[in-house]
């Protein structure tokens, strides 16, 4: 795979706030690359810093082996799906997509041939006379799309495309999206801040945190194998534990030895150890390898989420099996189910679900995202 | 990219430059000369007897009782043309108020086609209109003569303050509706179904929703009427029978009696009145915005 | 809407439209008279058209308002964009408080502010004309800008940011994105903009009076100089012409709009390829419209010598009411008698003092002009007339004995006599006993109270009460005009009005019932009285008697030229044709001599305006106004500013 776009120690503050502390990042041709992190995490800034609407302080930034850092955004061989579309209301469904070609002042025919093909890509055939106000949401998406495609760049960046849209909506987007980027074989560089969108349409996930890559890797890797403690309870949820590295593959926490794989620490070592909540089986009481007294229990659909307070220690577990509130149940964790990462300035910042609620969760996101418009 | 952004900021500069000029030219120099003619006698040389007349200067006048009193004539003409500007500009928003919201209210094709009929007077030149008020308001004008066909009258208003107010009324109404309506057909209906959802009835939808939020538009319109209606001296001419000695006749009669310097003298004490009230009122609309 | 939705808005458009519809209907009108209705008539329009000097007022608005409000609207956008793009908060406070100050500035105040730094720089580079249609033009873009900026700056800040970056990032260079892209966002606010900067313009009037000057009149200044005569119905043939315009135009652009064939329901914003094309085609017309126009202004000129004439409004027979006209006539008499074009920028001024204040700026410059008696000796005194070459003008020889060597020019070296008249008595004999008629004292009766008409200007206002006292008008001892203004502030009760030009409708409607004003109007108040009203006329013993003289200012560019013209406007056709018009009595022997003339102007006419002439020259060296000096101009002033405000 070639190299499409390298960032080499790319820094940048505003007004003396660092928002992104000498990032590195290779991004490759025909790969969908997400960019995930909360809200001012840096993503947003990264990817305007690759389409040319902001300039890095310190950096490099190397699009095919050459450094575009003086270029403007309209020498770029890349194109922009903004988190509001920025559709032109001044222009039809068709002027919209032909914009480019019009700038570029291509002949008449061949933008018809390649509106039309973009109009039959994102499945809008019909629309050409419409005007982009009186369209949906998921509709003015597809428009936006097809204009950033119509001029073939090499790179296509997609900043937060879907956050206006309803659940549902979105899921069939997330599809869409797929399926384009296969289609056309062009880089798609996505930024989100919803972890689901990230894993299910990734072939890269760059996880972003304060301004620094946390971890990049396959959508597996990053879930199973989170390399902190951010990673560990951003993606998905996790219980993040303190622990001991008594020897390779064993591992010390809640006072009991557990078998794990994992290798290569130092001789009691201390540790984050995370364990992912399915991954938790519940046996009775005696049969445990740790036991615990349920504190809540909620119905999700596929599968009940219930709270259980290990000496003190609050553990989420995801089972399909009910237990009552105050009942006393065992844990069973499987050696595979144990993750070891290396103790990080996010250690003990997770993990505990002392003070989980739904709602709650539900709040931050929704606050999360106040503050990114 | 340096080079590329700075080209950029040139232009933008460029595109900046003509006005900046222009408006100091023409806006801050102007005034600046204002000032320089107030403090400066025939000879331009500096004095402060201009302002200070404007003080001082007294006249008798004869009161009701028949004897006579003394007044300062120059303040007392600015808080008559100040007295008559403030009563038009209130009613100039008791009518354009509900007229406006009124208009924010109708169906589409209605609020153009209103529009249109309220802006239609402003494109006939306002002499000739205030002249047809005249006819209008004579004591054997047309009002009177149908007053009279349906047995009433006659009212007496030509010459009165009531017709001075009428005119003004009359010149400056569609400023106050056209700000006010802007701001109305922007407002979302939602807010007054949460309003009224919340217990609010009609007067208290008005009072504590509707109100507060056109403020910006009432402010802009309040400007847009006591501004020009403080400072006019065909109206007063006209319709006052001159009777009515106004500030901006003062000023047209120092103009015209070629004294330049008091012109000037009474010109820019209007103006710093009128720059301190506006700051005053603004301060009252941000404070009431932050609230 | 609702049903007292419905009637309030009624309400409101009936106090809209009751104006419009007055003006409409009057200007049917057979007779003068705006307040007496005499049978309806097409007259007014005929006169309208054959106005040249008012449909070039009409057409001199146009071109400034279009021209201000094309040149606000491109440097007010720019503006908008520019102070949008501001980053410095500080920069940015300052730009739009300085854009504030022309919209929280009453206009009296911008247009003072103009005109005083025009004439200062005027003065300053010794230009002699600094007040003109370029002045004018400066000041109405001043006061269009704010507006154009106001609306533009709300469309760029609702606007989204990344409208632009789209753009760009889809390969448009910044200027491409703007024009592209921004400009359509924009559009309206720019739309609207311009629509009020075109407005605004056009219906100025107190900025343009401040800083209007050589020959470049507007339809307000022309309309409002009209006071010491009359406005005609014609000014309402003009304004119901501009509304069904208005009205026209409306009303195609909305069918226009509906026409439009859509594919789906009508879309708010997108416009059409045709459409498109026709907005462009529309402004690229206005464009080159105003383009044209104000190539007019400066390559039209110069081509031939221009005659800047500076008179009273309505105070030359200028064609109006099947009259000859005059100015035309002088342009063509020059062709044929010197064989070369001539053109007459001919200008008016409400009163003397007004002239006064615009000659002595010195930011004007005329070649006729024609002040009173009174002005005339101060312009003297001042240095500001040229002494005439009367080998130029042969024609001096008609004036009469009794109109030579008087007071304001004794050794006859300035002035050629225009008119003369004297103020006297109006009154309605429906009204008004016989027997209280003959002096003074019937405008200070009692029985009369709210019936009496006096002068809005100060000192014809005066001279009543002087007259009256029998002071001297002249005097300059402020106790005899203490004196005068007592006699004023006890008339003052008995006052309907003071008046210029709302006297014709008071009178002839029969709004009041006595009035002094100068003799000849009387005779054009007669021609429109209304049924019950029967206006009669007497001049007391002791009165102002004027005359109005042509004079050629030092500010004169052309004096031969100005010469020609004083002497064709003795020529008998000319004469005459004024003398008609202005109905004021005429020095000029080849008028008052003609049979003709006097037949046309009634024998009531001759014997009021023609008694013994040597008796008006005794008259008017006894009772004329003469120059006060500069500290009893400001005590009249004052005096009269004491009395208004009473």
Known sequence: MRKIIELKGVSKAYDGQVVLDHINLDIYDNEFVTLLGPSGCGKTTTLRIIAGFEQPDEGQVFFMGEDIAALPPHKRNVNTVFQRYALFPHLNVYENIAFPLRVKKAHGDEIDTKVREMLRLVGLQGFEKRSVTSLSGGQQQRVAIARALVSQPKVLLLDEPLSALDAKLRKDMQAELHKIQRASGITFIFVTHDQEEALSMSDTVVVMSEGLIQQIGTPTDIYNEPQNAFVADFIGESNILNGIMLEDRKVKFHGHVFECVDSGFEKNEPVDVVVRPEDVDIVPEEKGMLRGVVTSVTFLGVHYEIIVDVQGFKWMIQTTDFCAVDSHIGLFIEPDAIQIMHKSKYSGMFGDYSSFSNEFDELSDAAAEVEEE | MKKEHNALRAVQRAVLAPYGVWALLFIVVPLLFVAYYAFTDSNFAFTTDNITRFFTAKSQVSTDAGGTREVYTYLLIFWRSLKLAIISTVICLLMGYPTAYILSRASERVQKILITLIMIPMWMNFLIRTYAWMTILQDTGILNRLLAAVGLGPVHVIGTETAVVIGMVYDYFPYMILPIYSVMAKLDMKLVEAAKDLGCNGWNVMRRVIFPLSLPGVISGVTMVLIPSISTFYISQKLGNGKFYLIGDAIEGQYVANNLHFAAAIAFILMIVLLVCMALMQRYANRKAVA | ?????????????????????????????????????????????????????????????????????????????????????????????????????????????????????????????????????????????????????????????????????????????????????????????????????????????????????????????????????????????????????????????NLIDTSAPGVEKPLRRERTASQKKRLRVAGAIGGVLAAGMIAVMIIGAPDHPVLNVYNWGEYISDGSEDSFNTIRGFEQWYKENYGSEVEVNYTTFASNEDMYSKISSGAVSYDVIIPSDYMIARMREEGMLLPLNFDNIPNYENIGENFRGLYYDPDDEYTVPYTYSFVGVIWDAERVDEEDTGDWDLMWNEKYKGDILQFNNSRDAFATAQYKLGLDVNDTDPESWRRALEELKRQQPLVKSYVMDEIYNMMESGEAAVASYYAGDYFTMLDAEADNVDLRFYVPERTNYFIDAMCIPSCCQQKELAEAFINYMLEEEPAIANAEYICYGCPNRVVYESEEYAEDMGEEAMEILYPNLDVFAENFNRFAYRNLDAATLSLVNSLWEELKIN
Request: glycine fraction near 6%.
């Open chain 3, 1 to 253: 809407m609702k049903t007292s939705s419905k009637i309030f808005t009624a309400l409101i458009l009936i106090f809209l439209f009751a104006p419009i519809v007055i003006l409409l209907v009057f200007s049917f009108n057979a007779s003068k008279s705006l307040s007496v209705m005499s049978g309806g008539s097409l007259y007014w329009y005929r006169e309208l058209f054959r106005d040249a000097e008012t449909l070039g007022a009409v057409r001199n608005t146009l071109v400034l308002a279009i021209s201000a409000a094309l040149i606000s609207t491109v440097m007010g956008t720019a503006a908008a964009v520019g102070i949008h793009r501001l980053r410095s908060k500080a920069v940015r406070l300052g730009y739009e408080q300085v854009t504030n100050i022309p919209m929280t500035n009453p206009d009296i105040i911008t247009g003072i502010s103009l005109m005083l730094m025009f004439v200062f720089v005027g003065r300053l580079f010794g230009a002699s004309t600094s007040l003109n249609f370029w002045t004018m033009l400066i000041a109405h873009i001043t006061f269009c800008l704010p507006y154009v900026i106001l609306q533009v700056l709300p469309k760029l800040q609702q606007m989204d940011n990344s409208l632009s970056e789209a753009a760009m990032d889809l390969g448009c260079t910044p200027m491409q994105a703007f024009f592209r892209v921004e400009i359509p966002e924009i559009m309206p606010g720019v739309v609207t903009g311009l629509i009020m900067a075109f407005t605004l313009s056009l219906d100025d009037f107190v900025i343009s009076y401040f800083t209007s000057g050589n020959g470049f009149e507007t339809l307000p200044i022309r309309i409002y100089n009209m006071t010491k005569k009359t406005v005609t119905p014609k000014m309402y043939a003009l304004s119901t012409i501009i509304f069904f315009t208005i009205l026209a135009l409306l009303i195609m652009s």
